[in-house]
């Protein structure tokens, strides 16, 4: 079968003015009976009471940071019921709502603060409720906001915690706190000099450089909650607290493989991979370069360390950095070294010793260290990189953000240094002890942080090692079956199923399998069901080889697989890189029974919280091919933009693609073929927990994909999808759905990378020929006082199309249409 290169469209979306089809809309806000005139003099009580509370804060002292910190205040919902928080987020009048949390009864709670001067505007609103007269009636009376308070207090340390209520720490127990800073016009230091000149006087200690997002500072803090809620000028300042993190100890100690001493040999086949050659960009426990299969790869220039007393070598006790290095060049070595032929490596590694086991990063927060150590890597501007993190903390986020996965997602979008980046993240290992528990504990073992991060690839493990040497352990089964979940692959089975969660892992990669002894006894690691990679001690009495599994191995095949792609096509984006990996991903008949009930339905949430999309193909990732071509639109459009003072969705783009039209319909009647398109682009994210949607949704835009239907022309297609050309009188849409669709006609909407399949005929195909993007809503459109409105953004549009004859050819008609040679790649 001939390979070729994927197409790649230029210029190929035509652009126009959106409206959304949706409308406003929304469901009905349901708020306790109230009487008006009790129910108004009760919270207008409250509020003052809250103002009677506060300690006498010292006027005038002199210094900008000294001045009064205002009010910080919670408003608390009935059991059950909501709050209207979003009216409590003013920033004309510089009322900022700080963060939204459900407490152990269904309370909704929302911390906001209020400068002193501000104050009597908010009287003013609980005031017109209380003095509301329907008879002459006279502006707003605020009833959806005062009836939905059911008490104001004092905001206390506690009430401004959004992490799993059980951590909150016990009287006069010092832990390392995470608190997120206001950022307001006073500056972006300003509420961290408030909280650093309060050291001296309350007795906490600083612990971290800061770590800044669009409106928080973030920073880690020792001390005890009685020392961080002394000064109400400090509390004036906090927007939430939760635990600080600590990273999961996954580096387990690893069996070395049965192995035979031919890295001699190996080498004599090697070729090294050309000069400015892309290179994984390795964030790990660094690397012994000197062993001889990295050595004609990596120099000193390509081992760097965060800290220069820790050296850049790998001094883990099982060498994990530099097994992973070895996977991220050669993948499993076992084939490697058994196979006799050439071995022409693309891609290089490069290293960055990012933690260090006898220092560990108690005073730093993750998202800093990680995006200190990326720009370290960049000092090299010479070669491009995939990233590749396989250091991971624990699950209790649940998809929530953290700074650490909102750090990898400004990383990614390209907030540092205005330079967008591919970063693969490992989903994180089950617990050794629990892998008894295979697959039921899987599915409740959570994906950890930082892996939740919308932009990054967060790589999962499945398996294909299901032999099992019989004479070397008779009687041993494998834990996992062959194309199922990895026993050491955790899962986002339990995350709630909610759009504020993405879906994780997004792919799947060999992790190895472990062996369940006779009798049922606890599985173990056997070499045969693991992958090789090289060592970190190499000299004479070591081997040079040694056993490597879970979904670190995974993370560093898969950075290898998207760096060959980068390799291979260098004027792809990152989110075109991305984007291909998720494209090229399938699904194994074990990993579709798993999500299979008993009447036989997939449910397609449970499929995708557990595998992604599954295991990319690499032959449908590197090449096309006559009956199955990959074109790939590298666009950009602005979502939204200000018209007449409201801020409003913009670009709709419409995208013409050059299918074989003529073929297709020359196909015999009913012939059968697939449509598969993926949208991929980055966000930048809002990390602070203000309520997730709407108003203070994580993600700044989305983007969403529409494709024509085979009853419909270019024009009616428009009208269906976009509202702002429609006229009065438009009678709804017409076209009826044909064909099937893998995951639903919508697809999956979660997170910021977005995939599905189409199957139906030939000529249903035929007429299918316009794809449209367009924008969904984000914080871009809804935080005026941010100022992004007018910014616009990098997408990837991948459609392949296949059809089931491989004599057919759909690739030579397409590649005639766009004027590009038909190249056969060997």
Known sequence: MARHPHLLLLNSGAVARYTSTQGGGGTQFNSPLRNRAQHGAQIIGAFQNAQAQREHFPQNIGNGFYQSPGLTLTFESDPQFPLAFESLDLPASKIQLLSVVKDEQDRTIATVHVPDEKIPVLLRKLEAYRDFNPEAPQGRDNRKLVESIANIKLATLRELWTDIPALYPAANTSITWEVWLRRSAAGEDAALARLTAGVPDFGYEIASNALTFVDRTVVLVRGTREQLSRGVDVLGVIAEVRKAKVTTDFFAALDPSDQHDWSDDLLQRLTAPPAGAPAVGLLDTGVNHGHPLLAPVMTNADVQTLKPAWGAHDSHQTGHGTQMAGLALYGDLAPVLADAGPIALTHGVQSLKLIQASDPHDEELYGTVTIEGVSRLEIDATRSRVY??????????????????AAIDNLAFGAINDTPRLILISAGNTELAQRGGYPTYNEVASVQDPAQAWNALTVGGYTEKALIDAQQNPGW????????????????????????????????????????????????????????????????????????????????????????????????????????????????????????????????????RTFGYGAPNSEVLFYSADNDLTLIAQETLQPFFKEDGDVKTRDIKFHALPWPRDVLLGLPLNTQVQMRITLSYFVEPSPGERGWDRKYGYASHGLRFKVMRATEDLAAFKLRINAYDREDGYDGDHAGETGTWDLGVEGPTNGSIHSNVWHGSAAELANRGHIAVHPNLGWWRTRTSEKRFEKAVRYSLIVSISTPDQNIDIYTSVANQIGVQVDIVL
């Open 388 to 405: 590749c993190l396989a250091i991971t903390a624990d699950a209790r986020d649940r998809g929530r953000p953290s700074s650490w996965s």
């Open 477 to 608: 089964t494998p834990l996992a079956v062959h194309g199922d979940l990895a026993p050491a692959s955790t899962t986002s089975v339990t995350w709630p199923r909610s759009p504020k969660t993405p879906f994780k892992p997004d792919i799947v990669m060999e992790a190895g399998n472990m062996g369940r002894p006779p009798g049922n006894g606890a599985p173990d690691f056997l070499p045969e069901l693991q992958m090789l990679t090289t060592n970190n001690r190499f000299t004479a009495g070591h081997r040079p080889f040694a056993a490597f599994h879970d979904t670190s191995a995974a993370t560093a095949l898969a950075a290898r697989m998207a760096t060959q792609l980068l390799a291979r096509y260098p004027n792809f984006t990152p989110e075109t890189l991305r984007g291909l990996m998720v494209h090229s991903a399938r699904w194994s008949p074990a990993m579709l029974e798993r999500a299979t009930d008993g009447n036989g339905n997939i449910d397609s949430v449970r499929l995708l």
